[in-house]
């Protein structure tokens, strides 16, 4: 994958602060740039097909440059507020994170970033495994009580 | 200094989001570890089964209303957002035009049959069919259609004179033949496999039969073929299965003192039918000392109904009668969804689907984490 900025990423140490004028908010590829228009547009219709297909073998998350261990921000394609939203606020449910946010930096690009610094005791990638991890938990629970609810209610 | 946990009133005090006559307040939520000093907030499965509960309103294929409680708007959100946007649908998406001599253009009536929405075999629409995607060489492209991401329909009516019309008849449905096309006369071209998965009863066809898709005079026709792929309402709204999905909060209106007599009459009518009832004063509660309905036994008193009904249009604080008598508000975490599904899908199994859809979403999201730190 193309990074543009390797050598400031190289050149942060790991526990340092991150200076965020040097956290670029969104990365093109630098291959799209000698792409012209057209090949933009058939490209983003495909895209969506993925998005709804099982598609596993495209990478849709990175970590964007400037990333240390325990602040990172992480850049989702073909992700939009429906991800982002529930994302953020799961996460910042763990006592072990001390911020999290999700941005959308361009609304005619189809990426979304979330913002995760935490405590020494975990890290961002952890804190972010976890957020995804118990989301499906959620998710279980609300199926499991709409189902029992709606039997109820049509057995009345 | 130890910290007191907070009482049964504090805490539910804390899910209502303030209504007063021109400001809101309490709009975030704040069940954050951290936010309340020696509070424990942080995610616990438990903890949320415990809290969360469901509610069903309605239950109708074509409309289903229920209250989600105990979750956060966040996830609410989520989910409203995956119904509208996220859940494929079987329609019209490519109209092959032989002859249309129609007052109507082509790409108009294009798009009308593009928006007709249709029914199936479940089966079928949601295991059989996959999606189909347009090959990248547009010389492949007839070789991408198969049995199970296209379906095929016609559209074949002319229009004529009816002779056994009576004379002096100036109604054109009955003077002619096919004077208005509607989406029944749009006809289901089985292929495949599709026999199996969409006959009798689960047949493609469309959800309302007498949507009118065009007005022909003798002499005009219309002939046309159409594909139809799944797809999902990101791309065209076509695709989305909901008419409409939307949720709202519970509205929570607080009597704080008395109100009686005439001006309970009054409050009454300043909500909704069905919101506030009125009740008589008990002796009981007249004899009460400090209850303010010293003196009125016997008189009209306001009472909550339902809640559920009110609109909150805050007309109870613009009258004077009422000042401080009245909280009005709306809890935080109670989500009362209206699902109206078109017909493609039963509105409860489009909510049931949108979670299974978030759940899949993180799921695949946590192996592609897994993936970039290996």
Same mark, same amino acid.
């Given at each position: 994958?193309a ?5 400031k990423?190289e ?15 969104s990365?093109?590829p ?8 057209d ?7 495909e ?5 709804a ?6 990478q849709?998350v990175?970590?964007?440059? =400037? ?7 992480f850049?989702f394609?073909?992700?939009?507020h429906t991800l982002g939203?529930?994302? #953020?606020?799961i996460i910042?449910k ?9 941005a959308i930096?361009?609304?005619s690009? *189809?990426?979304?970033n979330?913002r995760?610094?935490?405590f ?5 990638v ?8 118990d989301? /499906? ?10 189902v029992?609810?709606r ?5 009345k | 200094?130890p ?5 049964k009133e504090e805490?539910?005090?804390?899910k209502?989001?303030?209504?007063? @006559?021109?400001?809101?307040t ?9 936010h309340? *000093?020696?509070e424990?907030?942080? $995610?616990?499965?438990?903890? %949320?089964?415990?809290?969360? +509960?469901?509610e069903?309103? /309605?239950?109708?294929p ?7 409680? !105990?979750?956060?708007?966040?996830i ?10 996220d859940?494929p649908?079987l329609?019209?998406?490519?109209? %092959? ?8 253009? @082509? ?10 929405p249709?029914?199936? =075999?479940?089966?079928?629409?949601h295991?059989?069919l996959k $999606? $189909?995607? &347009? ?5 492949e ?10 379906v ?5 009516i ?7 019309a009576a004379?002096g008849?100036?109604?054109p449905?009955?003077?002619?033949k096919?004077a208005h096309?509607?989406?029944?006369d749009?006809?289901f071209?089985?292929? =495949? ?7 009798g009863?689960d047949?493609?066809a469309?959800v ?9 005079r003798p002499?005009?026709?219309? +002939? ?9 309402? +990101?791309?065209?709204?076509k695709f989305?299965?909901v008419?409409?999905?939307?949720y709202?909060?519970m509205?929570v209106?607080?009597?704080?003192r008395p109100?009686? !007599?005439?001006?309970?009459e ?7 039918? =069905? ?8 002796? &009981?509660?007249?004899? &009460?000392k400090?209850s303010?309905?010293?003196?009125h ?9 339902? *809640?559920m #009904?009110?609109?909150?249009s805050?007309e ?5 009668e009422?000042?401080g &008598?009245?909280k009005?508000g709306?809890? #935080?975490d109670?989500?009362i969804y ?5 017909? /493609?899908w ?9 979670v ?5 979403r993180?799921?695949?999201l946590?192996?592609?984490? /897994?993936?970039?730190?290996?």
């Open positions: 994958m990074r543009t900025k390797t050598k990423e050149s942060v140490e790991p526990g340092s602060d991150v200076v965020m004028d040097e956290v670029p908010t990365h093109q630098e291959s799209r740039d000698d792409m012209s228009v090949e933009d547009e058939n490209d983003e219709v895209v969506e097909d993925n998005d297909e099982v598609e596993d073998d495209v849709r990175r970590l964007l440059p =400037g990333s240390t261990p325990t602040a990172a921000s850049e394609l073909n992700e939009g939203n529930a994302l #953020r606020y910042m763990n006592p072990d994170v001390e911020f999290c946010a999700y930096p361009h609304p690009e *189809p990426k979304m979330v995760i610094q935490t020494d005791s975990t890290t961002a952890e804190a972010l495994e976890k957020g995804l991890r989301l /499906q938990e959620l998710c279980d629970v609300v199926t499991d009580q709409f029992v609810a039997e109820k209610f049509m057995a | 200094m910290h007191k946990p907070p009482t805490l539910e005090e804390r209502i989001v303030g209504i007063k @006559d021109e400001t809101i309490h709009v975030s939520s704040s069940d954050f570890p951290g309340y *000093p020696g424990d907030h942080s $995610w616990d499965i438990e903890s %949320f089964r415990r809290g969360f +509960s469901v069903f309103h /309605q239950n109708d074509f409309e289903a209303s229920f209250s989600l409680i !105990g979750i956060d708007a966040s609410a959100n989520a989910f409203r957002r995956i119904m509208i946007a859940i649908t329609a019209i998406e490519t109209v %092959f035009i032989n002859n249309n001599t129609s007052v109507i253009q @082509d790409e108009v009536l294009s798009h009308r049959l593009g928006l007709i249709f029914k199936g =075999g479940h089966e079928g629409l295991n059989f $999606w $189909w995607r &347009k090959p990248t060489d547009e010389s492209i007839n070789n991408s259609y198969y049995d199970n991401n296209t095929s329909l016609r559209l074949e002319q229009c004529e004179h009816n002779e056994k004379a008849e100036t109604d449905t009955k003077l002619y096919h096309v509607y989406a029944r749009i006809e071209c089985p292929v =495949g496999r599709q026999d199996k998965y969409f006959s009863a047949t493609i469309p309302n039969p007498d949507i009118l898709i065009a007005k022909l002499g005009q026709e219309i +002939s046309l073929s159409m594909h139809m792929h799944k797809g999902v309402g +990101s791309d065209h709204s989305s299965p008419a409409t999905a939307s709202r909060l509205p209106i607080k009597i704080e109100i009686l !007599g005439r001006d309970a009054k409050f009454m009518r300043c909500f909704p039918q =069905g919101v506030i009832k009125l009740e008589k004063v008990t002796k &009981k509660e007249a004899a &009460k400090g303010g309905y010293e003196g036994e016997g008189e009209d008193k306001a009472v909550v109904a339902d *809640p #009904r009110d609109t909150v805050r109870c604080l613009r009258h004077e009422f000042k &008598k009245v009005l709306r809890r #935080r109670h989500f209206l699902v109206e599904s078109t017909g /493609q039963e509105s409860d199994a489009i909510f049931l689907e949108s299974a859809h978030l759940k899949k993180a799921q695949d946590e192996k592609q984490v /897994q993936n970039m730190v290996r």
